[in-house]
């Protein structure tokens, strides 16, 4: 397995989960300024699915690029 390979696609699809977080919470509350909602849970939006957003490309993109190695080199030893 090629680590540096794992993190940089992790890394990559880190930053990719965490635009479309922030896309997300752009739709959701497209003015910062003039909340829609004035529940404290609405104000952290654009924050917290940021953070989920680069948590779930974290795992997906390790995990996707550990199944293609893992795949190669099951492909390599048959």
Do not use: C
């Amino acid at each position: 397995m090629n680590g540096k390979r794992i993190l940089f696609s992790a890394i990559i699809t880190a930053i990719i989960g965490f635009m479309l977080g922030l896309g997300l919470a752009k739709v959701g509350q497209p003015n910062e300024i003039g909340l829609k909602y004035d529940r404290a849970v609405y104000r952290s939006w654009i924050r917290s699915y940021g953070i989920w957003g680069i948590g779930i490309g974290l795992v997906v993109g390790a995990g996707q690029e550990y199944l293609r190695q893992a795949k190669v080199e099951r492909d390599r030893e048959n």
